[in-house]
Nanobody, 125 residues
């Protein structure tokens, strides 16, 4: 099994930056791709970005393109989400997720099998 632990969240002013980290443990060799999702109060969990574990392929939600960058360090079993030009609408709990089987990359959270505990990101205006 794969376990995920997020870190790096917090409070930032609008226009600022934060970097989220997600470290995988366990059977990381099984990971096909990983993603970031977020959930604001009263809203459904939404896709933010995804990255293929053994390839250089990334995917982004339109709302974060040009502002957020997903990257990875396979040696550290870690993916990152660099968030720039943050706005209040980015305030949410951010979740890291992994797919430990070969599957098409999806923006549907139901297609992800393993989840981290979530980490709060608050953008003050």
């Amino acid at each position: 099994q794969v376990q995920l632990v997020e870190s790096g969240g917090g409070l930032v002013q609008a226009g600022g930056s934060l970097r989220l980290n997600c470290t995988a443990a366990g059977r990381t060799v099984d990971i096909h791709h990983m993603g970031w999702f977020r959930q604001a109060p009263g809203k459904e969990r939404e896709f933010v970005a995804a990255i293929v574990w053994y390839a250089v392929r990334t995917f982004y939600a339109d709302s974060v393109k040009g502002r957020f960058t997903i990257s990875k360090d396979n040696a550290k079993n870690t993916i990152y989400l660099q968030m720039n030009s943050l706005v209040s609408e980015d305030t949410a709990v951010y979740y890291c997720a992994a797919v430990p089987v070969r599957r098409y990359v999806s923006a549907n959270p139901d297609e992800y099998d393993v989840w981290g505990q979530g980490i709060q990101v608050t953008v003050s205006s």
